[in-house]
């Protein structure tokens, strides 16, 4: 029994206009609402010009691509600018990376810790173990080297 699954039927969070999802649309709409409320006053007519590019901004920077939001990728390469500007002194960002106190740590590699080998425990020989035939034995067999002898504790 096989199920055939139609290509038209989306999730939930899916709907919405042109592609962007509803939650999108309604987050947009209410930036865009909170700048004309808050700026109406002072701005008058132009807060409405204001809201629309902020309606706009919200639906770009909330595109999500691979699963993280636009704003939040931006913040992401950000960091790592700073990151880098933190290792090179020559760099125009250098300052500023002082000034936030952005440690380099975590860029400098060290090949040798990444790419050595583990350390490994020291592994016992088989003539230091003592072997026991049951639970109630007092007396241990011991493992030899050779073949030919055998020795009782």
Do not use: C
């Amino acid at each position: 029994m096989t199920i055939s699954l139609r290509s038209n039927v989306t999730r939930r969070d899916e709907k919405g206009m042109f592609g962007i999802p509803f939650k999108r649309l309604i987050a947009a709409g209410v930036s865009g609402g909170m700048v004309i409320a808050t700026l109406q006053n002072v701005l008058g007519t132009a807060s409405l010009g204001l809201a629309a590019v902020t309606v706009i901004l919200a639906l770009i920077l909330t595109a999500s691509r691979g699963g993280i939001p636009a704003w939040r990728r931006s913040l992401y390469g950000l960091q790592a600018q700073f990151l880098m500007a933190a290792t090179r002194p020559e760099s125009m960002l250098h300052p500023l990376a002082r000034l936030f106190n952005v440690s380099s740590d975590g860029v400098i590699l060290n090949g040798a810790e990444l790419f050595g080998a583990k350390e490994t425990k020291a592994l016992t020989h088989a003539s230091e173990w003592v072997v026991y035939s049951s639970p109630q034995d007092d007396l241990g067999m011991t493992l030899v080297e050779s073949p030919t002898g055998s020795a009782q504790r």
